[in-house]
């Protein structure tokens, strides 16, 4: 069965910190690219960060810097965190992980992440 679970958002201060994470549970994703992806309110959804099965990172230019994602491979699931800091406003969001860079139908439920200013 496939499941995406986020977990890790909350309110917080801007400037400040948070550690989102993502249990991703399927052998489909063991091997997969997977991304973040967030979609603030009245946004289309976008690409926050990208991870390959070796690791190698891409950040979108919104959050280069203030990001690290990382993986933890395990049989039949993968495991990401994306420790976000410095946060701002804009980063204001419900955040997702999914496969990269075509998205499974599924969605998890996401995690949502306020700043407030």
């Known amino acids: 069965q496939v499941q995406l679970v986020e977990s890790g958002g909350g309110l917080v201060q801007a400037g400040g910190s948070l550690t989102l994470s993502c249990a991703a549970s399927s052998s489909i994703f063991s091997l997969s690219t997977m991304g973040w992806y967030r979609q603030a309110p009245g946004k289309q959804r976008e690409m926050v960060a990208i991870?390959?099965?070796?690791?190698?990172?891409?950040?979108a230019e919104s959050v280069m810097g203030r990001v690290t994602v990382s993986r933890d491979n395990a049989k039949n699931s993968v495991y990401l965190q994306m420790k976000m800091n410095n946060l701002t406003s804009e980063d204001t969001a419900v955040y997702y992980c999914?496969?990269?860079?075509?998205?499974?139908?599924?969605w998890g439920q996401g995690t949502q992440v306020t700043v407030s200013s």
């Open positions: 991870i390959n099965g070796r690791g190698d990172t891409v950040y």
């Open positions: 999914n496969t990269y860079p075509n998205p499974r139908g599924h």
